[in-house]
């Protein structure tokens, strides 16, 4: 015989056991799309040192080592980051409900109302495990999150310090002095413009006659 009541608390522990999955695939979800773009960020941060590696070598004073331990304080932050993350991403054996022959064995012997109470309790134990598995990717993803937060903070001190060093080292005297001497020499080794001898004399001038003169006319005209 069907009974309402037992038939709704089957539906509603379903439905509970069914969302905390679809949050398992959220939290798997969030944790891949944070992967791609840490993994565009980590390779922009990585170009841009690679780019500005003459800004900070040599080595040779205080704050090239402070701009330094800053960029390596930003990768380790980078992969304690992408550690978080992937262990979130890590194969988790999430409950199902049963559904196997010796389930059906006892389905087919119980009624209708103790189906509906065994599958609820089966829900309630299933979603109990989902929880914990959940529990445990929530928890990696919220520490992957903060180290995110610290990681970003490093990065744009690394990324201002450099723009700041650069700065500063293109308007210091001895690089002008360096640009004025290269410039100099630049110009004292282009080739000197031949100047031509101002006592030179001037060829004559020759004179060609524009019209036949009359007396050869004549003479053609008598021919």
């Known amino acids: 015989m069907k009974n309402d009541k037992y038939e709704f608390l089957y539906s509603y522990s379903r439905s509970a056991f069914d969302e905390e999955i679809l949050r398992f695939k959220n939290l798997e979800e969030k944790a891949s799309r944070f992967i791609?773009?840490?993994?565009?960020?980590?390779a922009a941060f990585t170009a841009v040192i690679t780019a500005s590696v003459t800004v900070i070598m040599p080595l040779n004073e205080w704050y090239k080592w402070l701009i330094l331990c800053l960029i390596v304080l930003t990768y380790v932050s980078f992969v304690s980051s992408w550690s978080f993350l992937f262990r979130a991403l890590k194969f988790t054996d999430m409950p199902r409900l049963p559904l196997d022959d010796n389930f059906i064995s006892e389905f087919s012997s119980r009624d209708l109302v103790t189906n509906h109470y065994a599958l609820s309790l089966s829900c309630s134990n299933a979603l109990e495990l989902a929880r914990e598995a959940n529990a445990e990717k929530s928890k990696l993803l919220q520490k992957s999150h903060k180290e995110?937060?610290?990681?970003?903070?490093l990065l744009t001190l690394s990324l201002g310090a450099l723009s700041l060093t650069k700065i500063v080292e293109l308007n210091m005297p001895e690089n002008e002095n360096v640009r004025s001497e290269q410039t100099m020499q630049t110009q004292q080794g282009e080739p000197a413009q031949p100047e031509p001898d101002f006592d030179v004399t001037a060829p004559k001038v020759v004179f060609v006659m524009d019209e036949i003169p009359p007396e050869l006319i004549n003479r053609k005209d008598s021919e």
């Open 148 to 153: 995110i937060a610290l990681s970003v903070w």
């Open 36 to 42: 791609s773009l840490y993994s565009i960020l980590i």
